[in-house]
């Protein structure tokens, strides 16, 4: 079993302004998202896209990665629950994100403790013990970073986040979801509340809120979704899983 690393978020300068542009295309997508592209992603999630294999608007190869097929087929926790639904739900509950920022580190932890309270309908909670992805199909897993890193990841996550919110609020929600996702910081959840926080970001201002359905997207990619996020997290080289969203969506909400 190999053991992850914690993960940095880039600094502030130039790696930031290099990932300037597709952020913005990733914030443009959002705010220029029409309830009626968000009735289409609703209609969707209902048909039940991942058992029936529906791509939608997508197209496998786009979805893809080039080592996908070495990847495929992949143990990866794959639920049409209707997760992503409740997630939305969720969010449309929330306060806007522009009055939530420069939240002192004790509340921006709250928060995140309080949201994941609410996706696994229970009291939230950080963990305490050892985490580790399912194993793939040679029986090898990775253990997420040990208990006591929890602390030091969470804050710097709330760092860059309230740092990024405002200026670019893009890289800042996926930066904050891949960071998350390679802390694990709960037992459960941890997916659903990465997720949220992506989201919720994204749509800083906005009336009718919308929702890109990653964990559907993901379940489709034949790992081209993880092997970016990999990416990201292992050799921060974030440019394609940024570039993946801004796919993402523009087919979602623009076209």
């Given at each position: 079993?190999?053991?992850?690393?914690?993960?940095e978020?880039?600094?502030?300068?130039?790696?930031?302004?290099?990932?300037?542009?597709?952020?913005?295309?990733?914030?443009?997508?959002?705010?220029?998202?029409?309830?009626?592209?968000?009735?289409?992603?609703?209609?969707?999630?209902?048909?039940?896209?991942?058992?029936?294999?529906y791509?939608?608007?997508?197209?496998?190869?786009?979805?893809?990665?080039?080592?996908?097929?070495?990847?495929?087929?992949?143990?990866?926790?794959?639920?049409?629950?209707?997760?992503?639904?409740?997630?939305?739900?969720?969010?449309?509950?929330?306060?806007?994100?522009?009055?939530?920022?420069?939240?002192?580190?004790?509340?921006?932890?709250?928060?995140?403790?309080?949201?994941?309270?609410?996706?696994?309908?229970?009291?939230?909670?950080?963990?305490?013990?050892?985490?580790?992805?399912?194993?793939?199909?040679?029986?090898?897993?990775v253990?997420?970073p040990?208990?006591?890193?929890?602390?030091?990841?969470?804050?710097?996550?709330?760092?860059?986040?309230?740092?990024?919110?405002?200026?670019?609020?893009?890289?800042?929600?996926?930066?904050?979801?891949?960071?998350?996702?390679?802390?694990?910081?709960?037992?459960?959840?941890?997916?659903?509340?990465a997720?949220?926080?992506?989201?919720?970001?994204?749509?800083?201002?906005r009336?009718?809120?919308v929702?890109?359905?990653?964990?559907?997207?993901?379940?489709?990619?034949?790992?081209?979704?993880?092997?970016?996020?990999?990416?990201?997290?292992?050799?921060?080289?974030?440019?394609?899983?940024?570039?993946?969203?801004?796919?993402?969506?523009?087919?979602?909400?623009?076209?």
């Amino acid at each position: 079993m190999r053991q992850m690393k914690l993960m940095e978020l880039p600094s502030s300068g130039g790696e930031v302004d290099s990932y300037r542009t597709v952020g913005e295309s990733i914030r443009r997508s959002f705010s220029h998202a029409s309830p009626e592209a968000m009735q289409k992603v609703m209609a969707w999630l209902h048909g039940q896209p991942i058992r029936l294999q529906y791509l939608g608007c997508f197209e496998q190869s786009e979805l893809e990665h080039d080592l996908s097929d070495y990847m495929s087929p992949h143990a990866t926790e794959v639920f049409e629950d209707g997760r992503t639904v409740f997630e939305y739900d969720t969010l449309l509950g929330l306060p806007d994100v522009q009055s939530m920022t420069r939240l002192s580190f004790a509340d921006f932890c709250k928060f995140l403790l309080d949201l994941q309270a609410m996706m696994v309908g229970g009291e939230g909670g950080f963990r305490s013990g050892d985490i580790a992805t399912a194993a793939d199909r040679t029986g090898a897993s990775v253990r997420y970073p040990e208990p006591r890193a929890i602390g030091a990841g969470l804050r710097s996550i709330h760092e860059f986040w309230n740092s990024h919110v405002h200026s670019e609020p893009a890289l800042a929600g996926v930066m904050a979801m891949a960071a998350l996702l390679n802390l694990h910081p709960f037992m459960d959840g941890n997916g659903r509340v990465a997720r949220v926080i992506f989201n919720w970001t994204l749509n800083g201002g906005r009336q009718d809120r919308v929702y890109l359905p990653l964990h559907e997207i993901a379940a489709l990619s034949r790992c081209g979704y993880l092997i970016r996020l990999r990416q990201a997290q292992y050799h921060a080289n974030w440019a394609p899983l940024l570039n993946f969203i801004s796919m993402c969506g523009r087919r979602l909400f623009e076209e």
